[in-house]
């Protein structure tokens, strides 16, 4: 619950220098805290205006705009019930009371062991397999409450513990360049032509 | 050269606005140029001073560029030749009624209740434009009502309509970004990171820009209705920039002080300190009448009896010890008037030239009249190169930070720090040349490329070195912020340094001195060498026949002089006008030294000081807002102060003491008001020829730069000696050379006497690079063993990676450690050991 | 996924379960065409996208190439910024080509950088696809280290690195400058156009092509077969192929590569290769042609072709080629709710009357859908509407900074005018349920 550590400091680290501008790294550093935490701490978010080298006030500026940063715990599944058209039309919001009935919780709450925490989102790009949910991000396609029960017994069970990781953790694979391959960042000020572009143009502005 | 700014520029666009053509110039935005033709575009985000973000839409009108009109928000539009614009067809006002609507319907009906009722923008757009109901039957947007974001400043979210004002501000005029939109869409909200105030020294103007009553002030919450306030324009005093502003009162109490934006100063932005200074006007232990020494106690006394035993004390000693036995140390809070009525009296009638408006803090007069002067639009000209030599203009002459901040980050100009510790600037100078305290003469040779007296440039960083050395060979003028960033080092390496930087081809000074009329002072001679008008005793001893009765025939002494003889015994009476040296000079051991050791001081000021309360004589003094005169900033530009409320009790203006103590002296100073004075300032000053009449026919806004007109009096241009070193002290790594620098919130009077920022002063500690924090062996808030050559203290110590290795940071003039205790001034460079109470030593 | 008789021109390997790999993508000719244009000139890569008719994929519609050639000569860097937050309503096909063909996607992004003189790109994941990040995230370690993305791409001087950036969930970021200031690490809010077109003043104020998913998964086709073979395929400017998804009250809803600019309405919706007619053969009520933001058509425009000019002159568009249908038991108050509850939840808060008005819009419908309607709410929300994007005409004009607060309008506008009958029943309703109840007794005096 806290600062990131000295692992994801270094990972940190390694993310600001593949930008341009060290701001730019703000949203992977805010994944990169939720999935260390589970949710987005105001103490990480204080390490990562030091990382980056802005105000704590904008962090929580940038933090707060998008869905996705939880700034309070959330269970170990996040399930996401698709309430926008395609899934309303094919009974979304059915499903939707239904989730609500056998977790026993309103939607945005937490089951009281901490394992779900439900909420009606918006279109999660699975329209043609409506009524759609993801638990963790990851997809449930054409949903019915029978399989809505069955789902959550087997993730109560965790028997999809391999498939679906805790709640922060997005993709399981990095993006990770080797020192001999990196091309590098090109800082705005950087006022070069690309050598590939042919003879320079008096480009440089 | 303010002219060049203000000078009506002919238009080189034609646009058509209403039907009417009109002229517009290039890269002008729409808004502004409208309200120059008098056709006013509503509007909440826009606001002139700072980038234009077309957020609130309330600007959007008709404009068609040749392809049919379309509603385009009049801020961020540049004007283009054959716009056609309308900003009254139904298009328009269909849209910007529908704006109004969508700004109303979360919108509070408190505003009975609001500080901003009765001048708020909102308000006064529904009043005019609204629809007469609502058709909102929803229940409005709620939010705790006001929190505390600030010692200074509340926030009501319900009233606030997101326009970015504040928060445009925060970053980017002030660089202070604390405060931030959170969350998103309807659930839009201004605020601060949990538990991180809105801790800028410029808050109070996101108050005053905020167009709704979303941010308030807490000195001013609840206090009046604007249709109650009386206001005068007026310049404050608070530091040397002198920021216009208007004050604003209610049934003879000072009430609030807004900013007016002068085009050559401070556009309109206030410090949070000049702002809330305001409340010191009122203060409950103002003195409000004349106190005289009985029995060993100050008692009230009426001002003939007080007049009368102090010209007793000035005549006695006169007659018994000559005139070169008294001195006079103030005036540089004074108005120009009373500062030549004090000049006139000290020199012209009591014949010593033991005058000085500084307190050891400053720069030799003759440095600051002698040095080409530069403006302070001439220092943030675009594509220029400055450097500051000086205090930390964040700390002590803020809006000049703000000018400063916004020529580097936008117009181009290259930022060259010279400084014993990081400063405010440093994160967006250019090169930031962090010095060992002492060696500031070095670096500005290293700087011009002359050999240096020892091999590292005075322990700057070498690729900084390299990029300032660049930065200069850019071309283009150089101008010099020029002031004390140390008291604890002698001025002399400054006065060095300044005199190596002049080397450089066009290049000019802006004197960065502490207190608000201090340049007034000088210029009227409040100063040892000096007559009014900037010119030496010989030379201005002629202006001055037939006006004073006498003028001294050689030089006096200066405050540390005057400060060393009184503390021998030499001195036998001490006249303080406004000047406190127990809690202002810099080496308080001396200071209070020289205090026993006078047989009198008479004092004149607002409120009873440390020093003041040592008198035999307290004269109270009528204050800012309760006087009329002039006043001179830091450029030379001389601006009117007025009077809004009256004196708490008998207290006088500082003039009319001087004039009355003068009568009791047996002389008539000749003037029987404020306007005398400055007539006779005109004739009597060189260097102000013709400023009555000049002040009579500008713009009060601005005021006027002295000299007026032509080269500068041949009198003016002082020659000073250049001290020269031949050596650098040594270093030693058992010791550690002490800097002291002031921070904004002090113990000074404008803020202890000032409830709503008595809180905010932050403590005396001895600051460390984490290097020296690290060999001592303590740990954060310890105390430590300080031995500096005058006592042997304990002191709190903290980490601060503004400071250097082998320095130590102390603040002046702070509760706890007090910087003024650990000062040597008889020696080159204070330099402290510190050793932990654990017994280990630094470098051991 | 089903495939018209047109040769699938970038969901070709969608059935390869292999396709999101090196060897898979490799072994199907991938990275041919990368290496086609590093043998010609940059500029010549550049015209052969911009003779393509390539019209972008993301919702506007703009000529790639066309906009490729917008950047002010002689100012560098330029930056490519790939559009891959999918998440206007009705849309699943970006996810698609990021998920199973990750790798078209990259040699897509390699070859724009190549042509316009990128230094850098990025390519923005919508953070809810964790999927297509792993995807891509593995597809370019493959990449990096195979020689074909970072410093000297197939041993030429061709360099840059695409760094792959996840979002965090806010629609408004599909906006192209919305996009820039999230990538910025900015709250994403869309900037001001004009002064800020991306093309000269992007990201970090510099030069910045965005280009969408889909707009970039056909360029590398374009540069293996010639912008004249993608032209032969498709009607006016919409050429080459394109990716529609049928969702809502069809028996087979799906993701479906047709010819653009010749396939109608009715034969993707209605023919058995593709979303092959509506649930139990009910009738059409409407249907959205291209997205949440597209105002709505009806039976008769069922015949129009999937051609960009042809629907844009129907007062609608085929935005991110989105169609949802609604058949004739619909409820349109509901889904006119659900459509304007989403851009008021979406929207920024940055501007005035979208940051009020959707959400103004959205409450107005929730009353009259709860039974608390009155007979002046029809009017009240079309002139808040009319506030929002004034005249409610197609294109929109709008008070707004972007068009999200217009396209909050859309629905609104559609169902008001065809189906107004049915808002004013619910209406009639309440006011009838407002009447019947008793009044209640007040007894003045009394505090019991």
Request: aromatic share 6%.
């Amino acid at each position: 619950m806290a600062r990131l550590t000295p692992e994801n400091e270094v990972l940190a680290r390694t993310i600001i220098g593949r930008y341009p501008v060290p701001k730019s790294a703000l949203i992977p550093l805010l994944h990169l805290a939720q999935e260390q935490d589970g949710w987005v701490t105001d103490e990480a978010m204080a390490h990562i205006a030091e990382l980056v080298g802005v105000s704590a006030a904008e962090v929580l500026g940038t933090c707060s705009f998008y869905e996705m940063f939880k700034r309070e715990p959330v269970g170990r599944y996040l399930v996401n019930i698709c309430t926008n058209i395609s899934c309303v039309l094919m009974g979304s919001d059915d499903l939707l009371s239904h989730a609500e009935q056998r977790l026993g919780v309103t939607v945005g709450e937490t089951t009281p062991d901490g394992t779900f925490t439900l909420e009606g989102v918006e279109c999660i790009a699975a329209c043609t397999e409506a009524p759609c949910l993801q638990v963790n991000y990851r997809y449930r396609y054409k949903v019915t409450p029978e399989s809505f029960d069955e789902l959550v017994d087997d993730l109560a069970a965790g028997a999809f513990a391999d498939e679906i990781p805790p709640h922060g953790t997005l993709a399981r694979v990095r993006q990770v360049i080797a020192a001999d391959r990196v091309a590098g960042a090109v800082e705005p000020t950087d006022g070069r032509q690309p050598e590939w572009m042919g003879d320079p143009d008096g480009g440089a502005s | 050269m303010a002219d060049e700014t203000s000078t009506q520029v002919t238009g080189e666009l034609t646009i058509t606005l209403n039907g009417t053509q009109v002229d517009a110039r290039k890269g002008e935005l729409l808004i502004a140029a409208a309200e120059r033709h008098g056709v006013y575009i509503p509007h909440f985000c826009y606001h002139p001073r700072m980038r234009p973000v077309g957020m609130c839409r309330m600007c959007i009108v008709e404009v068609d560029t040749g392809r049919g009109p379309t509603l385009q928000p009049s801020c961020m539009l540049e004007c283009a030749e054959g716009m056609v614009v309308d900003t009254e067809s139904d298009v328009t006002s269909k849209a910007q009624d529908g704006i109004l609507e969508f700004l109303l319907i979360n919108h509070p009906l408190d505003c009975p209740v609001c500080d901003k009722g009765g001048e708020c923008p909102l308000q006064d757009q529904t009043m005019a434009y609204g629809p007469g109901e609502s058709r909102f039957v929803e229940s409005k947007r709620h939010h705790e009502k006001p929190i505390p974001i600030s010692d200074l400043v509340l926030l009501d979210r319900e009233r606030c309509i997101l326009c970015d004002r504040c928060t445009r501000f925060a970053k980017e005029v002030a660089g202070d970004p604390l405060i931030h939109f959170i969350n998103r869409g309807n659930h839009t909200e201004v605020n601060t990171f949990p538990d991180e105030p809105f801790a800028s020294y410029f808050s109070g103007n996101t108050v005053q820009i905020c167009p709704v009553g979303a941010l308030t002030a807490t000195p001013y919450r609840f206090k009046a209705r604007p249709w109650d306030l009386e206001q005068v324009e007026s310049t404050c005093q608070t530091c040397s920039v002198g920021c216009r502003v208007a004050v604003q009162s209610s049934r003879n109490e000072v009430l609030r002080y807004v900013g007016v934006d002068s085009d050559p100063v401070n556009w309109g932005w206030l410090c949070d300190k000049g702002r809330f200074a305001f409340e010191s006007v009122n203060g409950d232990e103002r003195l409000g009448e004349p106190l005289v020494r009985t029995g060993g106690e100050l008692r009230p006394a009426r001002w003939s009896e007080a007049i009368a035993s102090a010209a007793e004390v000035l005549q006695s000693t006169l007659t018994a010890h000559g005139p070169e036995a008294i001195g006079v140390i103030g005036g540089a809070r004074l108005t120009n008037e009373a500062a030549y009525a004090w000049a006139k009296l000290a020199k012209g009638v009591l014949g010593t030239d033991n005058v000085d408006a500084q307190l050891g803090d400053g720069l030799p007069a003759e440095v600051v009249l002698g040095l080409p002067s530069a403006t302070i639009d001439e220092v943030c000209a675009p594509g220029g190169t400055v450097i500051v030599l000086g205090p930390d203009t964040k700390e002590e002459l803020p809006v000049l930070f703000l000018r400063l901040r916004h020529a580097v980050l936008n117009d181009g100009v290259r930022l060259i720090e010279i400084a014993p510790t990081a400063t405010g600037l440093s994160a967006i100078a250019t090169a930031s040349l962090i010095h060992h305290p002492g060696e500031t003469a070095e670096v500005a040779r290293a700087l011009v490329g002359q050999p240096g007296l020892g091999t590292d440039a005075g322990g700057v960083n070498s690729a900084a070195l390299e990029v300032a050395r660049a930065a200069i060979a850019a071309g283009g003028p150089v101008r010099v912020v020029l002031g004390r960033a140390s008291v604890a080092e002698s001025v002399s390496w400054t006065v060095e340094a300044a005199s190596i930087l002049s080397s450089i081809p066009d290049t000019s000074f802006l004197m960065a001195l502490r207190r608000g009329n201090v340049r007034g002072a000088i210029d009227l001679g409040l100063s040892p060498g000096l007559l009014p008008g900037r010119v030496t005793l010989d030379g201005g001893r002629a202006n001055l026949s037939g006006l004073w009765p006498t003028v001294p025939a050689t030089p006096g002494m200066d405050t540390t002089a005057m400060l060393t003889a009184a503390a021998e015994g030499h001195l036998r009476t001490l006249v303080l006008v406004g000047a406190d040296p127990l809690a202002d000079f810099p080496d308080r051991d001396l200071a209070r030294r020289a205090l026993a050791g006078v047989e009198t001081i008479i004092a004149t000021d607002t409120y009873l000081t440390g020093s003041s309360s040592l008198a035999g004589v307290v004269l109270p003094a009528a204050g800012f807002a309760e006087v009329s005169g002039t006043t001179t900033n830091l450029e030379g530009r001389v601006s009117v102060l007025s009077q809004r409320v009256t004196p708490p009790g008998t207290a006088r203006s500082d003039w009319a003491i001087a004039s009355d103590l003068a009568r009791a002296l047996g002389v008539d100073l000749g003037f029987a008001s404020v306007e005398d004075i400055l007539t006779e300032i005109s004739s009597a000053a060189p260097s102000h020829a013709g400023l009555a009449d000049a002040l009579a026919s500008s713009s009060d806004t601005d005021g006027v730069v002295v000299p007026l007109s032509g080269p500068t009096p041949a009198d003016a241009l002082l020659s000073f000696t250049v001290p020269t070193s031949d050596a650098l002290l040594p270093r030693h790594s058992y010791s550690l050379r002490l800097v002291v620098g002031r921070k904004l919130y002090d113990e000074g009077t404008a803020v202890h006497h000032s409830p709503a920022m008595t809180n905010l002063p932050v403590g005396g500690a001895l600051r460390l690079n984490r290097y020296d924090f690290d060999r001592l062996g303590v740990a954060e808030g310890d105390l430590v063993r300080v031995i500096a050559p005058a006592l042997t203290i304990e002191a709190p110590v903290v980490v601060d990676p503004a400071v250097p290795r082998g320095s130590a940071g102390a603040w002046f003039n702070q509760d706890g450690l007090c910087a003024a205790d650990l000062i040597d001034i008889t020696a080159p460079l204070t330099v402290l050991q510190v050793e932990s109470l654990n017994g280990q030593g630094a470098g051991s | 996924m089903t495939v018209s008789d047109v040769a699938p021109i970038i969901t070709s390997r969608f059935a390869n379960p292999d396709a999101h790999t090196l060897s898979g993508y490799r072994a199907t000719g991938g990275y041919q065409a990368l290496a086609k244009a590093l043998s010609m000139s940059p500029e010549a890569v550049a015209n052969e996208v911009k003779e393509a008719s390539l019209l972008g994929r993301g919702g506007a519609g703009f000529p790639a190439g066309v906009k490729w050639g917008f950047c002010p000569p002689g100012v560098w860097p330029r930056y490519l910024v790939v559009n891959g937050d999918e998440s206007e309503p009705g849309t699943y096909k970006d996810r698609m080509l990021m998920e199973r063909d990750p790798h078209q996607l990259i040699e897509g992004v390699l070859l724009a950088c190549y042509a316009v003189g990128c230094g850098q790109a990025f390519l923005y994941v919508r953070g809810e696809m964790a999927l297509a990040q792993e995807r891509i995230a593995a597809a370019l370690n493959e990449a990096y280290a195979a020689g074909l993305v970072g410093r000297n791409i197939m041993g030429s001087d061709f360099s840059v690195d695409v760094i792959l950036h996840w979002g965090a969930g806010a629609y408004i970021v599909g906006e192209e400058t919305a996009l820039i200031e999230s990538l910025e690490g900015e709250r994403g809010m869309p900037r001001l156009k004009p002064p800020f077109f991306p093309a000269a003043k992007g990201l970090y104020m510099q030069p910045t092509i965005v280009n969408n998913v889909e707009t970039l998964s056909n360029v590398p086709w374009i540069v293996n077969n010639g912008a004249a073979a993608y032209n032969e395929l498709g009607a006016e400017a919409s050429r080459g192929t394109r990716m529609f998804a049928v969702s809502g009250h069809v028996k087979n809803p799906g993701v479906f590569e047709v010819e653009f600019g010749t396939t109608t309405f009715r034969d993707i919706i209605f023919d058995p290769r593709y979303a092959g007619g509506i649930l139990g053969d009910r009738a059409v009520k409407a249907f959205i042609p291209g997205g949440a933001s597209a105002p709505w058509f009806f039976e008769e425009h069922l015949d129009l072709p999937l051609e960009k000019g042809t629907v844009d002159r129907a007062g609608s568009m085929l935005g991110s080629g989105a169609i949802v249908v609604m058949d004739e038991t619909t409820d349109v108050v509901r889904a006119c709710l659900s459509l304007v509850r989403f851009f008021a939840h979406e929207s920024c808060g940055k501007c005035t009357p979208c940051r009020e008005g959707t959400t103004w819009l959205e409450r107005i419908l929730t009353r009259i859908i709860s039974g608390q309607g009155r007979p002046t709410d029809l009017d009240l929300l079309l002139d808040v509407s009319d506030n929002i994007s004034p005249g409610i005409a197609w294109p929109p004009k709008q008070t707004t900074i972007c068009p999200l607060g217009p396209s909050a309008v859309s629905p609104i506008s559609s169902a008001l005018t065809r189906f107004r009958g049915e808002f004013e029943a619910l209406i009639d309703d309440a006011v009838a349920a407002r009447t019947a109840v008793t009044p209640v007794e007040i007894t003045v005096g009394s505090h019991g």
